[in-house]
């Protein structure tokens, strides 16, 4: 008997861990890792929040529970941009 060929892989994004300090993401096959120290606004979140959001458009990662939208270029680089208002 031979096995079926596998379907199309549908998974573009995830979120892979959850510690203390941060948070991991996969995105089409790339791996961030997100601190709190740099990202704040998910320190508190839980982790349904945190796991909840959508890619929008290219490279725009969007938490609706959150209201909070970050492109992939904050994400790998969060000391080019300021994130924090005062």
Do not use: C
């Not at 349904?48 to 458009?57: A, R, V």
């Amino acid at each position: 008997m031979k096995s079926l060929k596998n379907g199309k892989n549908t998974s573009r994004a995830e979120v892979t861990n959850i510690s203390e300090h941060g948070f991991w993401m996969l995105i089409n096959g790339s791996e961030y890792f997100l601190p709190f120290e740099k990202f704040p606004w998910f320190a508190d979140a839980t982790i349904k929040q945190i796991s909840h959001f959508e890619i929008q458009g290219e490279g725009h990662v969007y938490w609706a529970d959150l209201d909070i939208d970050l492109s992939i270029k904050i994400i790998e680089n969060p000391d080019n941009y300021k994130l924090i208002s005062k």
